[in-house]
């Protein structure tokens, strides 16, 4: 005689076996409808896209015909500042069709600054080197970090800034980042030091200025591998208090050295940002990119009043509301949430993606990206036929609300979100290929 507990599996087994049977009699009949509908959708989506996103021509800088780039004038409004991001510093598509997008804002539209997410000391030394004559791939390659300076794709942005330099209008070079990212910032602390000594700072020759400069020339070059603790920050953040106040009174009474407070304030956000342990990720960040756009804004308001900007850094800085998806990021401040408070409408931030294709990796080894699904945004915008397109997310015509609804894209990293893509960025630059980024051979 069968036990309880057999004769209740079995029971269950005939229950789930009859179950399994009408769903394939009813259930097929609807997975249909659904598909049919999905497909239909997908149709409608991708008619307003075509008829909406506006098709490039190509991603080539030296492209001479730019009808297919005037529709920034309007997209962009009376926006000041520009960002153009990227996914993962690994595409080299990216990187010309930026490049392209910057000589047409540069010479259509009046944008004489470029920042980098770069080193705010750095970048603007590589200017100075650059308008006094000297090679402006040499000098970027010593500013930037190499993945930007030391790339194929970027050498054409490096000599247009050169033949920019001594014309009317020149195209300036800047850099907003805290972190010291060129082999030129080792010059740092005897640029400091000498700047100190011309404007008669009694911190030089004591014993405290020999600590604090060697350990900040380390720290700019090895940053966490010097292993400080937390008391070793504070003695640096207090000793910084003090240079600035020195370098403050040295442009009050001489006018010169103007950018040097800044820059202080910029190695104080550095130490700030280093101090934060690896594990909180969000908060060191989020420290990070606030001080990069207390940088950008003296550079604005300061340095380079009335100037338009364009910015180049990655798409996670010119992201912003990441904290309202709460998936990963609340809490989280980007450079983008910073600006958006200052300037609002005066910025515009562009992000870029693509179908497929393959993308460099930080170890040199270049990876597949693989081909975007059917119903993501990039799915759709490779179903328009357009191989380049640009798709204006802050004026959506009739026809869009479906973009206030959360869709999956991968312009963060290459990574699928799904998210309510006009609350992040404001146009998104579709390129069907990409290409890997190429780093010089040397």
């Not at 021509?57 to 520009?82: H, M, Y």
Request: charged letters at 25%.
């Amino acid at each position: 005689m069968k036990s309880l507990a057999i004769r209740l599996n079995e029971r269950f087994c005939r229950c789930w076996a009859l179950a399994v049977m009408f769903a394939c009699f009813t259930g097929a009949g609807n997975i249909a409808a659904q598909q049919q509908a999905d497909s239909v959708l997908i149709a409608q989506r991708v008619d307003w896209i075509r008829s909406t996103a506006k098709q490039i021509s190509s991603i080539d800088p030296s492209t001479a015909e730019d009808s297919d780039l005037q529709f920034l004038k309007s997209s962009t409004g009376n926006a000041r500042v520009v960002m153009l991001g990227e996914q993962s510093h690994g595409e080299g598509s990216i990187f010309l069709a930026k490049t392209r997008l910057i000589k047409f804002l540069h010479e259509q539209m009046g944008f004489n600054v470029l920042a980098f997410e770069g080193s705010f000391p750095g970048c603007a030394r590589a200017w100075e080197q650059i308008r006094s004559g000297a090679n402006p791939n040499e000098a970027v390659r010593r500013a930037l970090y190499p993945l930007w300076s030391e790339t194929e794709q970027l050498q054409p942005l490096f000599a247009y800034l050169g033949e920019q330099a001594q014309g009317e209008h020149p195209l300036t070079l800047s850099g907003f980042d805290v972190r010291l990212s060129g082999r030129d910032d080792r010059l740092l602390m005897s640029e400091l030091e000498a700047t100190l000594k011309a404007g008669g700072s009694s911190l030089i020759g004591q014993p405290e200025w020999s600590w604090f400069r060697t350990t900040l020339d380390s720290l700019g070059r090895k940053e966490r591998q010097l292993n400080l603790t937390d008391a070793d920050y504070a003695r640096l953040a207090s000793y910084l208090v003090r240079i600035e106040s020195e370098v403050s009174r040295e442009v009050r009474e001489s006018g010169q050295a103007i950018l040097w407070p800044q820059t202080v304030r910029s190695i104080s956000g550095l130490i700030d940002f280093l101090r934060v342990p690896l594990a909180d990720w969000k908060r060191g960040n989020s420290i990070r990119d606030v001080k990069m756009a207390e940088n950008l804004l003296w550079l604005m308001h300061s340095r380079y009043p009335g100037e338009k900007f364009i910015l180049w850094g990655a798409s996670y800085h010119f992201c912003r509301n990441l904290a309202s998806d709460t998936l990963g990021y609340d809490s989280v401040r980007t450079m983008a949430d910073s600006l958006w408070l200052a300037l609002g409408d005066g910025m515009y931030s562009i992000a870029f993606s693509g179908f497929e294709g393959r993308v460099s990796q930080w170890d040199g080894s270049v990876k597949p990206l693989e081909r975007a699904f059917e119903g993501s945004v990039e799915g759709l915008l490779e179903k328009t036929g357009y191989p380049i397109a640009f798709l204006d997310l802050r004026m959506l015509p009739p026809g869009g609300r479906w973009l206030q609804e959360p869709q999956y894209a991968r312009p963060l990293g290459n990574n699928w979100k799904h998210y309510v893509w006009p609350k992040h960025f404001d146009g998104l630059f579709f390129i069907r290929n990409i290409d890997p980024s190429i780093r010089i051979k040397k």
